[in-house]
C-alpha cells in the first residue's frame, strides 16, 4: 500500500536523522528510508567525533558554528549526556609555508565570525605540554571547537525524531522512482512504494545512485580512510591537533583526547584509496602511531584498543552539494559531506528544514552558493 508523507528522507545517517527531526518538528509528516539496520550504521558511527567551525569559506563555517551551538548546550536544552567537551581545534605550523596559509586563512576566518587565535610556540605548548617544539612556528586555536560521541548524538536525534512522529524503514532500500510532469510523486523500495510533496537525497556513500535513479550526474566519489582508539587515560591535552604536513603515504594526521580519556585518531591517505571497502589495514596504525609519536612523544606508551575504517563521501571540490534540483524541482540534496557530515549535520539539519519550507534567510542563500549543486568544482577547500 502506497502511504504518503510530506517529505521522504532517504538516508538515516549524519544528515539524514538531525534533518528528519527538525523537518517533523517544524510540523511535517516525515518517512526516513534507510537500508542498513538502524540510524547512522554507515559512516556516522565511524566518525572520530571532532565539531570543528575551522573551515575556509562561509558556508561550511556558518553551518558549523551553529552545530557547534546546538550541540554544546544538548544535555541543557534536551537532556541527553552527548559526551560533549569544549577542548578546540589546533593546527600546528612547522614550516613557513603553512604558517603562512594559516595566518592568512584567519583573516578570512575572522570575517566570517570565527572565533581562532594564534599561539607562539611556548604558548601551544601549555596547551599541548610536550609537543614538538623543534622547528614549531605557532598555532592556531579555535577554542569553541569540541568534540562529543557520535553514537550518542545520533541516538539522541533518533529518539526525539521517533517522539516528534517520524517513521523509520530500516533495512530498506531504494530502487527507482516515478517522476511525473518533472516532479518526483513516488518513491520505490524493494518492500513497497511511497509518495510525498518533497524528497531529501541524505544518502551519503549511495548520493550518486539516488542521483542515478532519476538521471541526474551527482559528483560524489567515496574514499577510504582508517580511525583508531587507545584506552582511556587522565587528560593530559585539550585541543585536537591537526598536523598539516605531507608525509609518505599520508597527506595530514589528526588526533585528540575525548570526554572519556581516550585519545582517538586519523590519517588522510595519499593517495586516496577510492571506493567502499570496510576492512581495515596492518599499514594503517604503523604509519599513523610513527607520525604521532614523532610530533607528541608522551603518547608513546598508550594501548591501542582498536581501529576501524570508513568512508569520506567525496566532491571534486571538498565542499557539500545541497539544495534544489532544476531538473526534479522537489527533490533537496544533502550530500558530499566530504567526511564531515558529523560536524555540519545538526546545522544542516535545520537548513535542509528551511529549503523544504522555502523559508531561507539572506545567510542561507550565501551558504548555498558555497554548495551549489551547479557550481563548477574548480575551487579547493583548504580544510579538507
Known sequence: MNKSYDVIVIGAGSIGVPAAYNLAKSGLKVLVIEPEHGPGQ??????????????????????CLRSIDILKNWQAEMGDDIGWLSNGYSYPAYTDKDATTLLNLMKVQHSYGLNIKWLSPQE?????????MENLIGSTFSPEDGSCSPLLVTSAYYSHALAAGVDFHFSEKVTGFVVQAGKITEVKTDKGSYSAAMFVNAAGNNAR??????????????????????????????PMVVDMRKAPGSANFYFYQNNEGQVVFCITPEPAILGVDNRSTSEF????????????????????????????????????????????????????????????????????????????????????????????????????
Open 124 to 132: 601551544y605548548n601549555k596547551l599541548v605540554p610536550g609537543i614538538m
Open 42 to 63: 554507515a559512516n556516522n558511527k565511524k566518525a572520530i567525533g571532532g565539531i570543528r567551525a575551522t573551515h575556509s569559506d562561509f558556508g561550511k563555517i556558518s553551518v
Open 285 to 384: 596504525l604503523p604509519l599513523c602511531s610513527k607520525r604521532m609519536i614523532e610530533i607528541y612523544p608522551r603518547l608513546h606508551n598508550l594501548k591501542v584498543r582498536r581501529t576501524w575504517r570508513g568512508q569520506y563521501p567525496m566532491t571534486p571540490d571538498g565542499f557539500p552539494i545541497v539544495g534544489i534540483m532544476n531538473e526534479v524541482p522537489n527533490l533537496v540534496n544533502a550530500v558530499g559531506m566530504c567526511g564531515q557530515g558529523f560536524m555540519l549535520g545538526p546545522g544542516m539539519g535545520e537548513l535542509v528544514t528551511r529549503i523544504c519550507h522555502n523559508q531561507l534567510s539572506a545567510d542561507d542563500h550565501r551558504v548555498l552558493k558555497s554548495f551549489d549543486p551547479y557550481r563548477q568544482f574548480t575551487g579547493q577547500e583548504a580544510f579538507k
Open 209 to 238: 545512485e539516488i542521483g542515478t535513479l532519476l538521471g541526474l550526474d551527482i559528483p560524489v566519489f567515496p574514499d577510504n580512510h582508517e580511525a583508531g582508539i587507545t584506552e582511556p587515560v587522565v587528560r593530559f591535552f585539550e
